[in-house]
């Protein structure tokens, strides 16, 4: 797992259901936090050097969705992988 410096604390949801707030400081989180909260929401950093997939062609489902989500992009939560590729902006 990721370790992250948070600059401004965020919500996340870890599993959909539940809201969490990512707190300001170090952080020890999963993948998918760490690609929102560094690439999307700009407010953290990575502090290990693990770098979180950018492209969205080569990402996982978790991720993948937390993607399109960050886009504005509305998806079927039971879509699998292939039917969440159709749907990566061309310009991306």
Do not use: Y
């Not at 407010?43 to 991720?63: H, I, N, Q, S, Y």
């Not at 960050?70 to 061309?90: C, H, I």
């Amino acid at each position: 797992m990721p370790m992250i410096l948070v600059e401004k604390s965020f919500p996340f949801s870890p599993d959909g259901n539940e809201v969490i707030t990512v707190e300001v400081g170090e952080q020890d989180v999963s993948e998918r936090c760490a690609l929102v909260a560094v690439e999307h929401l700009k407010v953290a950093t990575l502090v290990d050097g693990v770098r979180t997939e950018v492209d969205p062609l080569k990402m996982k489902v978790p991720d993948l969705k937390a993607w399109l989500t960050a886009k504005g992009v509305a998806f079927d939560s039971t879509a699998n992988k292939e039917a969440l590729l159709a749907l990566v902006p061309k310009d991306d």
